[in-house]
Nanobody, 128 residues
C-alpha cells in the first residue's frame, strides 16, 4: 500500500518562500513520475510541477515557472517543492501524487488522472 504524506505548508507573505515535502512509503518511487498539484476553493485541481523517474526531467506550469523548483531524493523516497516569490494566487491546498508507469502517465504528466496515488494535501496560504 502506497502512502504519500505532505508537510511544510503554512502561511507566508507575498514574496516569501515555503518548502513542501512529500514522503512516500510502501514502495520505491525511483522509476515513477512524481507530481505536485494544487486546488483553490471553487476551482479545479491544477498541475503545478512534475519530475520524471530515473531521468529527473522536470516540468512546470507557466504560472510557477521560474519561482518553484521540484526535486526528489530517491534514497529518502521524498519529493520536494521549493516555492519562492509567493503570490496570493498561489493560495491553495497542495497535493503530491505518484504516477503509474503507463505510457499515458508518462505523456500526460500534467493530468490528475495519470496519478493513482495521492497525499492528503497541505494548505498553503499567501497573504497580501
Amino acid at each position: 500500500q502506497v502512502q504519500l504524506v505532505e508537510s511544510g505548508g503554512g502561511l507566508a507573505q507575498t514574496g516569501g518562500s515555503l518548502r513542501l515535502s512529500c514522503a512516500a512509503s510502501g514502495r520505491t518511487i525511483r522509476a515513477n513520475t512524481m507530481g505536485w498539484f494544487r486546488q483553490a476553493p471553487g476551482k479545479e485541481r491544477e498541475f503545478v510541477a512534475a519530475i520524471r523517474g530515473n531521468s529527473d526531467v522536470t516540468y512546470y506550469a507557466d504560472s510557477v515557472k521560474g519561482r518553484f523548483t521540484i526535486s526528489r531524493d530517491n534514497a529518502k523516497g521524498t519529493v520536494y517543492l521549493q516555492m519562492n516569490s509567493l503570490k496570493p494566487e498561489d493560495t491553495a491546498v497542495y497535493y503530491c501524487a505518484l504516477s503509474s508507469l503507463s505510457a499515458y502517465s508518462l505523456t500526460y504528466y500534467y493530468r490528475p488522472d495519470g496519478y493513482p496515488y495521492w497525499g492528503q494535501g497541505t494548505q498553503v496560504t499567501v497573504s497580501s
